[in-house]
């Protein structure tokens, strides 16, 4: 009964506070939607209305503009001037009546032309007769908008002569076929909307003269400035103001209305549209909605009493569940027990492989072990445990000699047994569990991978040691030109990659010539490289056995020809290498036999085309030369004796050929001494660079300057060659593809460096084009350019000038 009875006031009060929410929720959203509805329609009557303001402003503004543009007509001036100085002028009338009648094709419905006391000169089209219906711009003098079935906009202006004097007037009437159009779309704003457009009441009147357009028309009327409810919306567009409102209109109705003045032309225009035919379709589905509300009110109580039911049941229910629950909990606490102990030892096992890294060393992993392991036990005091692998013995506690013999379990790893984990218990303490000795084989389980992974990536380490040190070695001689530095590289990389880097070291002996990895730094972590000249060498010394401490070597052949060897040291006491290392060795050797070969291939290239270029241009000076030199002799003997037969033109055409002739010996000598620099095999450097300099002036017309700082002279006939070419390649690159003006050649020695610098002003490297990796693919003479300096072991650099075109810089350490 105290269920039933609680049941009824809960459905009562419930649907009680259902009913006063919905009905509450259902004003409010009514509301809120009339509000949100005048807001929507007043910003949209609001858009519209300043669009027609806009349109009404442009199109009156464009006819003034014609009107006025038709007073200063220079030859309707001139026609008027003559009328009113003589009226009976035939020729004056004419024009002007000709005139007057091309007004129409220019959109001017009627116009009429009158002299200085307003008689009528010429008139073109009909004016229309409703002045009634016109509505006058205060703004602009005798100026009206006229409703005749559409707008027109009629005005008068003078014409005035040079000395601003009236000379005549002129009337204008044009038609406004658009404005009319948008002025009558009244239809899509609803049955009841109304645009009207009105003059400000003349001073001392309260009518305004207004044009309205409803549904059925455009009326012209004239409406009071103000009601009895007050000043109507439009005294405010008078005012130059624009806005939305909800007000009662002229005929006493409530509407939602937006004004706006039309500032331009002084006049003041509003759209509204009647509150009725606005909340006319929310008020026919009120009914309707009112009756949704009313039953879902019933569906709600009716609901509330279904659930009310249920929560009762609920109640019941809860109350057997909980019975059920008591006698459950209590089987549920033996579980636990049971559960706390497994997830003892699972977070163990969680633990201890969570702790497998192989950064750390075995001795530590069975630290880790047994830190898990113990706690992990029923009876975590009274046990002892002992670890042994590869030798070692690992416990737990310094005195097992209290405990006895437990659980243990083997430590496999590849198929053999390396040890085994022993769990010891003291005397007083029962038997373990089963679930114990299996947490013990899990554990050995795991540390066998750990252990089977461990030496796998201890394998895969020294495979990458050798991996990198391969691929270092090959980019390394890649980019050096040096034997010095490409030995040196061999030996940074090769010693760390050894079994036993820190009492290895390596000997290259090559062409005389012996390189020494050095002694092994470890604070430094790297060698100290050596090179020394073989001064004596054993009869068949390319052999391992003359030097018992030699690990293994590799021999260097190059085409064909055995040109040294490489060698790996141990002390005696340390075991051999293994065979990956023999292989990597062999590698090596291998990669330096290719790039010898690929040097020496170069340089013979290098050297060709120094030969060819040497016997072309003494091809050129010798042969060459000569024989145009003899042409522009004998065309210079034919030019006298034409002359003295007295042929002038044939003479004209001999003296043509020697001139040619003389020219092309002076650029042939140019020609032979680029490619065949007298000046450096003769004098030196700094004087081939300073002829270098003055020649690229007088050939092409340029300002090319050479300077040297330090007395920068350069005795090796290989470096100074290099050099030269260098500077006269960038040089010709500088005057053919960057158009340069000014160049600037540069030779200095600072503190055993020295610089060559070619700096021009022409239109230099893209940025994009000045990376390295785009340089290197850049034409061949960029390349020459960059193998020379190679072979130089100097760096060149590509730089782009502030101001504008490119520096060509060289730095190299010189003795």
Request: charged share 20%; with cysteine; hydrophobic share 40%.
């Amino acid at each position: 009964m105290l269920f039933i009875r609680d049941n009824r006031k809960i459905s009562i009060i419930g649907g009680l506070l259902l009913l006063g929410l919905t009905l509450t929720t259902g004003i409010a959203v009514y509301s809120a939607m009339r509000q949100q509805i005048e807001s929507v329609l007043g910003r949209g009557l609001s858009v519209a209305l300043q669009g027609k303001a806009l349109l009404i402003e442009n199109q009156i503004q464009k006819g003034l503009e014609n009107t006025h543009a038709l007073t200063l007509r220079p030859f309707l001036i001139q026609s008027i001037q003559q009328l009113n100085a003589q009226p009976k002028n035939i020729q004056a009338a004419h024009d002007l009546e000709r005139n007057v009648n091309a007004l129409p094709e220019a959109g001017f419905s009627a116009v009429s032309v009158h002299n200085q006391h307003g008689n009528v000169l010429s008139q073109v089209g009909r004016f229309s007769e409703r002045h009634a219906q016109s509505i006058p711009l205060n703004k602009f003098p005798n100026t009206y908008i006229i409703w005749d079935e559409q707008f027109i906009l009629r005005t008068t202006m003078d014409f005035l002569d040079q000395e601003k004097q009236r000379i005549g007037s002129i009337t204008t009437e044009i038609k406004l076929p658009q404005l009319t159009r948008r002025f009558s779309e009244i239809r899509s704003i609803g049955k009841t909307g109304e645009f009207i457009l009105c003059a400000p009441p003349v001073s001392g009147k309260r009518e305004m003269a207004c044009l309205i357009s409803q549904i059925d028309g455009v009326n012209f009327a004239h409406l009071m400035h103000s009601t009895e409810a007050g000043t109507l919306p439009i005294s405010l567009a008078f005012d130059g103001k624009s806005g939305v409102i909800a007000v009662k209109d002229y005929r006493n109705v409530p509407v939602i209305e937006a004004y706006a003045p039309l500032r331009q032309i002084g006049l003041g225009m509003i759209l509204k549209l009647d509150e009725e035919e606005l909340f006319k379709p929310i008020n026919e589905q009120l009914k309707v909605i009112i009756l949704y509300l009313a039953g879902l009110i019933i569906a709600e109580i009716l609901l509330l009493n279904w659930f009310v039911q249920k929560l009762i049941k609920s109640e019941r229910e809860a109350r057997n569940a909980k019975e059920i629950a008591e006698q459950i909990s209590l089987e549920l606490s033996q579980k636990e027990i049971e559960l706390r102990e497994r997830l003892k030892e699972i977070t163990c096992l969680y633990e201890i492989r969570r702790a497998f890294t192989l950064d750390l060393s075995e001795e530590k992993v069975c630290q880790q072990i047994i830190e898990h392991l113990i706690p992990a036990m029923q009876y975590p005091e009274h046990t002892a445990i002992i670890i042994e692998l590869n030798g070692k013995r690992i416990v737990s506690h310094a005195q097992t000699q209290n405990f006895i013999q437990g659980l243990e379990s083997k430590i496999w790893v590849i198929g053999k047994v390396c040890g085994q984990l022993t769990v010891l218990s003291s005397n007083d303490k029962p038997v373990f569990h089963q679930e114990e000795q299996k947490l013990i084989d899990a554990i050995t389980t795991d540390l066998s991978r750990w252990l089977e992974r461990k030496q796998v990536d201890e394998l895969l380490r020294e495979r990458l040691k050798e991996i990198t040190c391969l691929y270092e070695i090959r980019r390394g001689i890649g980019m050096e030109s040096s034997i010095d530095n490409v030995c040196h590289n061999i030996f940074e990389h090769l010693i760390p990659a050894l079994q036993f880097p820190e009492i290895a070291s390596a000997v290259i002996e090559l062409d005389g010539w012996r390189f020494f990895s050095g002694t092994f730094d470890q604070a430094a972590h790297r060698q100290f490289p050596a090179k020394t000249r073989t001064v004596s060498r054993k009869q068949g010394s390319w052999r391992a056995e003359r030097d018992p401490a030699c690990t293994c070597w590799s021999a260097i052949t190059v085409n064909g020809k055995v040109r040294g060897q490489l060698r790996v040291f141990y002390p005696g006491d340390k075991p051999f290498l293994m065979l990956e290392e023999q292989k990597l060795v062999n590698a090596i050797a291998n990669d330096l036999e290719s790039w010898l070969e690929r040097k020496r291939l170069e340089q013979a290239i290098v050297l060709i085309a120094e030969e060819q270029s040497h016997t072309i241009g003494q091809e050129l000076h010798d042969n060459l030369g000569q024989q145009i030199a003899a042409i522009s002799y004998q065309a210079r003997a034919l030019e006298k004796q034409i002359t003295t037969i007295g042929n002038l033109n044939m003479a004209e055409v001999a003296a043509t050929i020697a001139s040619q002739a003389q020219i092309a010996v002076i650029q042939i000598k140019q020609l032979a001494q680029g490619l065949l620099p007298f000046e450096l095999e003769t004098n030196g450097l700094i004087s081939a660079l300073q002829k270098l300099a003055n020649r690229i002036s007088t050939t092409y017309g340029i300002i090319c300057n050479f300077t040297n700082q330090n007395d920068p002279n350069v005795n090796d006939e290989i470096i100074a060659l290099n050099l030269y070419r260098i500077a006269q390649e960038a040089a010709n690159n500088a005057i053919r593809h960057g158009k340069a003006q000014h160049i600037e050649i540069s030779l200095t020695l600072d503190s055993g460096v020295l610089r060559l610098s070619i700096a021009d002003n022409g239109s230099g490297f893209p940025v994009e084009n000045l990376t390295p990796d785009a340089i290197t693919t850049s034409g061949m003479g960029i390349k020459i350019m960059q193998y020379r300096a190679r072979q130089l072991g100097a760096k060149l650099d590509f730089l782009s000038r502030t101001g504008g075109g490119t520096e060509v810089r060289l730095e190299m350490q010189i003795g």
